[in-house]
C-alpha cells in the first residue's frame, strides 16, 4: 500500500469551496484525486478530561470524513494526535516521555507525522515547544483543532465540507488573559455545529454521549493554565446544543454529559434574546457583565430536561455536566437540578481547599463559609444527592493548619469522590510567580492522609447503600484482573454507573451493555459497589 507522507502546512490552507458541499470533481480531474489507499491512518491518544476526550472524537470524526482510516495503536498510524492536558506537571510529563519511542517510529516508517495539541500547546510557549516535543511535526492550540485536517494537507476535493469552520480561513483571536495572550475559541462553536450537521463527530459509545457547552474560562485561578491554554468563555448558541441533544436522543443515547470548563457560567456572552427577557441580573468577575435577557446554564438544562418521549418520559435518561464553579451555582440551577427529572442526582463541585488563606491565594472566588452553604443548599434541594471533588494538596504557603483545614472540610462535606492531586507548578500560571514552598515529601505526607480519609467516608457512604435498589446503566464488561472474584468464579461481570456516580459490578455478559438495568446492592467497598440484577428496563 503506497501512503502518503503527509505535509505540514504552518499556513492554514484556504477552503477551495469557501465551505457547504464543495465542487464537484470534473471527469478530466479524476485521476489526480487522491484515493482512499493513499491516505494515513491515524491514531489519537488522549489524555486529561472529558473536554479533551470530546474535541478528540471531533478530530476523529474529521479525518475519517476526510477518508483516513483509525488504527489500533500508534505503531500501525501514519499520522499520531496527541491531545495533551498540562492541568499537572505528571500528564505533561507522560507526552514528554514517549517522545524516544515516538522517534523510533518514524525511523522505522518515515512517512509518520505526530501532531500534538490539547492544553500543553498554548500561544505563548511555541519556543519552548520544540525543545520538549522534538517528535511532533505540528503544534495546534485547543483553538485550532478544527484546521487539523487542512493543515496536514487532506482538505481536499475528496473531502468536501471539512472547512466549513474555516471558510476562507478565519484568523484566530487573541485576548490578553492577565499578561499572557491567549487565542480565543471563537471559531470552536462555529465548527462544532458544522461536524454536528455533517454527522462526522466520531462518539465512542452509543449511549453515553459528550456534549460541549462553553469553551475556555474566564476564571483566575492562580494554578491553572486553562485560561491560557484555551483563553476566555465562547459559549455555543443555545439552538445549536439543543439540536445536538435532540439528535442524539434520537440516536438512543441514554446518558449526556454536558461539557465546559466551567459550565454554570454559560450563555452570559451569547446575544440578547426576547425569549430569555425574564432572566435578568448580572455578574462581576474583574468587570461587571450586563446578563440580562440571556440564556444561562438552568435554561439550558430545563431546556434540554424538556425533550420529552412519547409517553412524557425524558427523551434522554440521565443528564450530567461537568465542570462547576461553586462561584456561578446560582439558586436558579440548583432549582432546574432539583427540577429536571432527567437531570442526575450527583455534582461534581471542586473545592480545592478548605482553608480561606489558601483559597485566596488561589485565586478561587469563595470562602469555605460560602461553599458550605451551597452544599447545605445543595442537599436540601436535591435529597440524596452525591458529590464529589477536587483538591490540590501542599499550595503555595499551605502550612500544616491549613492543610487540617481541608481534612475538617471533607468530614463536614461527606465527599462521595475527591480527586486529590499534589501541587505541581504549571510554568505560565499566576502560581508560578509564587513559591512552591512544601517539599516534596511533604506533599506526598498530605495527599496520603487526604487519601485514607477519604477513602474511610467513600466506604461509610458506600455500606449504606447495602440493600437498596438502583439503576445502572451498563457501560463496560469487567476485565478479570479489574475484578478478583470474577476470575475466580469464572464469571463473566459487567459494571456501570447509577444515577449517583456509583460504580456498580454485577454477574452479565456483553448484552446488558447499553442497557439501565434495576441491581439489588449486596457488598460496599470504599471505590465500588457490588449487586445483582433485578431486571433489565430499558434496552440499548
Ligand atoms: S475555573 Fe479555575 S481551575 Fe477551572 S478551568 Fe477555570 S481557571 Fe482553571
Same mark, same amino acid.
Given at each position: 500500500?503506497?501512503?502518503?507522507?503527509?505535509?505540514?502546512?504552518?499556513?492554514?490552507?484556504?477552503?477551495?469551496?469557501?465551505?457547504?458541499?464543495?465542487?464537484?470533481?470534473?471527469?478530466?480531474?479524476?485521476?489526480?484525486?487522491?484515493?482512499?489507499?493513499?491516505?494515513?491512518?491515524?491514531?489519537?491518544?488522549?489524555?486529561?478530561?472529558?473536554?479533551?476526550?470530546?474535541?478528540?472524537?471531533?478530530?476523529?470524526?474529521?479525518?475519517?470524513?476526510?477518508?483516513?482510516?483509525?488504527?489500533?495503536?500508534?505503531?500501525?498510524?501514519?499520522?499520531?494526535?496527541?491531545?495533551?492536558?498540562? &492541568?499537572?506537571?505528571?500528564?505533561?510529563?507522560? %507526552? &514528554?516521555?514517549?517522545?524516544?519511542? @515516538?522517534?523510533?517510529?518514524?525511523?522505522?516508517?518515515?512517512?509518520?507525522?505526530?501532531?500534538?495539541?490539547?492544553?500543553?500547546?498554548?500561544?505563548?510557549?511555541?519556543?519552548?515547544?520544540?525543545?520538549?516535543?522534538?517528535?511532533? =511535526?505540528?503544534?495546534?492550540?485547543?483553538?485550532?483543532?478544527?484546521?487539523?485536517?487542512?493543515?496536514?494537507?487532506?482538505?481536499?476535493?475528496?473531502?468536501?465540507?471539512?472547512?466549513?469552520?474555516?471558510?476562507?480561513?478565519?484568523?484566530?483571536? &487573541?485576548?490578553?488573559?492577565?499578561?499572557?495572550?491567549?487565542?480565543?475559541?471563537?471559531?470552536?462553536?462555529?465548527?462544532?455545529?458544522?461536524?454536528?450537521?455533517?454527522?462526522?463527530?466520531?462518539?465512542?459509545?452509543?449511549?453515553?454521549?459528550?456534549?460541549?457547552?462553553?469553551?475556555?474560562?474566564?476564571?483566575?485561578?492562580?494554578?491553572?493554565?486553562?485560561?491560557?491554554?484555551?483563553?476566555?468563555?465562547?459559549?455555543?448558541? *443555545?439552538?445549536?446544543?439543543?439540536?445536538?441533544?435532540?439528535?442524539?436522543?434520537?440516536?438512543?443515547?441514554?446518558?449526556?454529559?454536558?461539557?465546559?470548563?466551567?459550565?454554570?457560567?454559560?450563555?452570559?456572552?451569547?446575544?440578547?434574546?426576547?425569549?430569555?427577557?425574564?432572566?435578568?441580573?448580572?455578574?462581576?468577575?474583574?468587570?461587571?457583565?450586563?446578563?440580562?435577557?440571556?440564556?444561562? *446554564?438552568?435554561?439550558?438544562?430545563?431546556?434540554?430536561?424538556?425533550?420529552?418521549?412519547? =409517553?412524557?418520559?425524558?427523551? &434522554?435518561?440521565?443528564?450530567?455536566?461537568?465542570?462547576?464553579?461553586?462561584?456561578?451555582?446560582?439558586?436558579?440551577?440548583?432549582?432546574?437540578?432539583?427540577?429536571?427529572?432527567?437531570?442526575?442526582?450527583?455534582?461534581?463541585?471542586?473545592?480545592?481547599?478548605?482553608?480561606?488563606?489558601?483559597?485566596?491565594?488561589?485565586?478561587?472566588?469563595?470562602?469555605?463559609?460560602?461553599?458550605?452553604? @451551597?452544599?447545605?443548599?445543595?442537599?436540601?434541594?436535591?435529597?440524596?444527592?452525591?458529590?464529589?471533588?477536587?483538591?490540590? %494538596?501542599?499550595?503555595?504557603?499551605?502550612?500544616?493548619?491549613? *492543610?487540617?483545614?481541608?481534612?475538617? @472540610?471533607?468530614?463536614?462535606?461527606?465527599?462521595?469522590?475527591?480527586?486529590?492531586?499534589?501541587?505541581?507548578?504549571?510554568?505560565?500560571?499566576?502560581?508560578?510567580?509564587?513559591?512552591?514552598?512544601?517539599?516534596?515529601?511533604?506533599?506526598?505526607?498530605?495527599?496520603?492522609?487526604?487519601?485514607?480519609?477519604?477513602?474511610?467516608?467513600?466506604?461509610?457512604?458506600?455500606?449504606?447503600?447495602?440493600?437498596?435498589?438502583?439503576?445502572?446503566?451498563?457501560?463496560?464488561? =469487567?476485565?478479570?484482573?479489574?475484578?478478583?472474584?470474577?476470575?475466580?468464579?469464572?464469571?463473566?461481570?459487567?459494571?456501570?454507573?447509577?444515577?449517583?456516580?456509583?460504580? %456498580?459490578?454485577? =454477574?452479565?455478559?456483553?448484552?446488558?451493555?447499553?442497557?439501565?438495568?434495576?441491581?439489588?446492592?449486596?457488598?460496599?467497598?470504599?471505590?465500588?459497589?457490588?449487586?445483582?440484577? %433485578?431486571?433489565?428496563?430499558?434496552?440499548?
Amino acid at each position: 500500500m503506497t501512503v502518503r507522507a503527509l505535509p505540514v502546512l504552518e499556513l492554514p490552507a484556504r477552503s477551495a469551496t469557501g465551505g457547504g458541499e464543495g465542487p464537484r470533481v470534473a471527469a478530466e480531474l479524476e485521476e489526480y484525486v487522491v484515493g482512499p489507499e493513499s491516505l494515513p491512518r491515524f491514531f489519537i491518544w488522549t489524555l486529561g478530561c472529558q473536554m479533551n476526550h470530546s474535541d478528540s472524537e471531533e478530530m476523529a470524526g474529521a479525518l475519517l470524513a476526510a477518508g483516513c482510516a483509525e488504527s489500533g495503536s500508534p505503531e500501525d498510524a501514519d499520522l499520531v494526535v496527541i491531545n495533551s492536558c498540562a &492541568i499537572r506537571e505528571a500528564a505533561e510529563q507522560k %507526552v &514528554i516521555g514517549r517522545m524516544g519511542q @515516538l522517534a523510533e517510529l518514524k525511523q522505522a516508517r518515515p512517512g509518520t507525522r505526530v501532531v500534538l495539541t490539547g492544553c500543553a500547546v498554548r500561544e505563548d510557549n511555541r519556543h519552548v515547544l520544540r525543545r520538549r516535543y522534538p517528535s511532533v =511535526d505540528l503544534f495546534l492550540r485547543p483553538d485550532e483543532e478544527p484546521e487539523l485536517v487542512a493543515r496536514l494537507g487532506l482538505a481536499t476535493l475528496t473531502a468536501p465540507g471539512l472547512m466549513a469552520g474555516m471558510a476562507g480561513h478565519v484568523p484566530p483571536t &487573541i485576548a490578553r488573559v492577565g499578561r499572557s495572550i491567549a487565542a480565543t475559541a471563537d471559531r470552536l462553536p462555529g465548527t462544532r455545529a458544522a461536524a454536528v450537521a455533517a454527522g462526522s463527530i466520531r462518539r465512542g459509545s452509543r449511549w453515553d454521549a459528550w456534549v460541549p457547552v462553553i469553551y475556555g474560562c474566564d476564571k483566575t485561578c492562580t494554578y491553572c493554565i486553562v485560561p491560557f491554554s484555551r483563553g476566555p468563555e465562547r459559549s455555543r448558541p *443555545f439552538d445549536d446544543v439543543l439540536a445536538e441533544c435532540r439528535k442524539l436522543a434520537r440516536a438512543g443515547v441514554l446518558n449526556l454529559t454536558l461539557l465546559g470548563q466551567n459550565v454554570n457560567s454559560y450563555g452570559h456572552d451569547l446575544p440578547p434574546e426576547q425569549r430569555f427577557a425574564d432572566l435578568a441580573g448580572g455578574r462581576t468577575l474583574g468587570r461587571r457583565i450586563d446578563t440580562t435577557g440571556r440564556p444561562d *446554564f438552568a435554561a439550558l438544562l430545563r431546556a434540554i430536561d424538556a425533550l420529552r418521549l412519547e =409517553d412524557g418520559r425524558p427523551a &434522554i435518561a440521565r443528564l450530567r455536566f461537568v465542570t462547576s464553579h461553586p462561584w456561578d451555582l446560582t439558586d436558579r440551577l440548583i432549582d432546574a437540578i432539583a427540577e429536571c427529572p432527567s437531570v442526575c442526582e450527583h455534582l461534581h463541585l471542586p473545592v480545592q481547599s478548605g482553608d480561606d488563606g489558601v483559597l485566596h491565594r488561589m485565586g478561587r472566588q469563595y470562602s469555605v463559609e460560602a461553599y458550605l452553604r @451551597l452544599v447545605q443548599r445543595l442537599r436540601s434541594a436535591v435529597p440524596g444527592i452525591a458529590l464529589s471533588s477536587d483538591v490540590i %494538596v501542599g499550595f503555595s504557603g499551605e502550612t500544616d493548619r491549613q *492543610f487540617e483545614a481541608t481534612l475538617e @472540610l471533607l468530614r463536614t462535606v461527606r465527599y462521595d469522590q475527591v480527586f486529590a492531586a499534589a501541587y505541581s507548578v504549571r510554568p505560565g500560571t499566576p502560581a508560578a510567580r509564587l513559591p512552591d514552598d512544601v517539599s516534596p515529601g511533604e506533599k506526598r505526607r498530605r495527599l496520603n492522609a487526604l487519601l485514607e480519609l477519604q477513602e474511610g467516608i467513600g466506604w461509610e457512604l458506600n455500606r449504606a447503600w447495602v440493600g437498596r435498589r438502583t439503576e445502572v446503566l451498563v457501560d463496560r464488561v =469487567d476485565q478479570p484482573s479489574a475484578h478478583g472474584e470474577a476470575t475466580a468464579r469464572g464469571a463473566v461481570r459487567v459494571a456501570g454507573r447509577n444515577r449517583q456516580n456509583k460504580l %456498580v459490578h454485577l =454477574d452479565g455478559g456483553p448484552e446488558l451493555l447499553g442497557r439501565l438495568v434495576d441491581v439489588v446492592i449486596e457488598r460496599a467497598g470504599p471505590y465500588s459497589l457490588q449487586g445483582s440484577q %433485578v431486571e433489565a428496563t430499558i434496552p440499548a
